[in-house]
């Protein structure tokens, strides 16, 4: 049985994006990170580019918890949970105004999938969705043999970090020195200090890896996700995975 360890990672930045099942003209967001978003962030901070078959093998059983946090507001001396911010729209236009006679310009309109020239002037049309103002705390089941190298990819990044897409910019650091856990509940009671630092923060909801039944019933809302990544570069492969949205107060 392969040993684990726990990390926990913190997503703070003005916008995010976790897609799961986004096509090129509508690039959605999920209302949370997803399990290939933080992987392939992982990724990213160790340096992996290509497929990685093998380390996507070892981390797809893994868990992966998302707890999610909003502002709150003083009110008669207590505080209130503000309402989530609504979901940005961002509209893009992608090849519109190039002259297809000029060579440099030319290669930024989109081409037919053999190579040539479109049909018409080629111009795309995108509408891609984000985040505003979200804040996560994820905590990443990892093995134990690989945690120490996670743990200094994520404080020394190879490539970019970014929450979803690359103007995502994580606006606090991912990963603090130290917080590496042996077990899920000693990371979630560490969050209680990061919190400390940040003032002003309730709870929204948590998103947690597995199928909770309680008196023959299910317990929370039950999704089905096909964000486990089996393999990254240019052809990606997914699978399925289920996950809970407990019931919170």
């Known amino acids: 049985m392969m040993r684990t360890r ?3 990672l913190w ?19 999920m209302d949370f990170p997803t399990k290939s978003g933080v992987l392939g962030l992982l990724c990213a901070a160790l340096g992996a580019s290509g497929e990685q078959r093998e380390l996507l093998a070892e981390m797809a059983p893994l868990r992966q ?13 207590e505080n209130v949970k503000r309402e989530r911010e ?23 309109i989109p081409k037919t999938a ?3 020239k479109p049909n018409g002037p080629g111009t795309k ?7 505003q103002d979200a804040r996560f705390a994820v905590i990443l089941e990892v093995p134990e043999k690989r ?23 994580p606006t606090d650091f991912v990963f603090r020195d130290g917080n590496i856990f042996n077990t899920e509940e000693e990371a979630i009671a560490a969050i209680a200090k990061l919190l400390d630092e940040k ?28 964000d486990v990544p089996i393999q990254f570069g240019p052809v990606k492969q997914y699978r399925d995975r289920r996950v809970t949205i407990p019931p919170h107060e």
């Open 125 to 131: 049309m995108t509408y891609r969705y984000y985040l």
């Open 6 to 8: 726990w990390l926990l």
């Open 114 to 116: 053999a190579g040539k």
């Open 199 to 226: 003032k002003k923060l309730n709870q929204d909801f948590d998103l947690v890896e597995d199928f909770r039944v309680v008196s023959g019933e299910a317990e929370g809302e039950i999704l089905t996700l096909n």
């Open 65 to 77: 918890t998302v707890i999610s946090y909003v502002r709150s507001d003083k009110k008669n001396g």
């Open 147 to 169: 945690v120490d190298t996670f743990a200094e990819a994520l404080l020394n990044p190879e490539f970019d970090i970014y929450l979803g897409r690359k103007n995502c910019v």
């Open 11 to 29: 997503f703070e930045a003005p916008l995010q994006s976790w897609g799961a099942d986004s096509k090129f003209g509508r690039r959605d967001t």
């Open 86 to 108: 609504t979901t940005l729209m961002d509209f893009h236009m992608v090849g519109s105004g190039y002259d297809d006679s000029d060579p440099w310009q030319s290669l930024m």
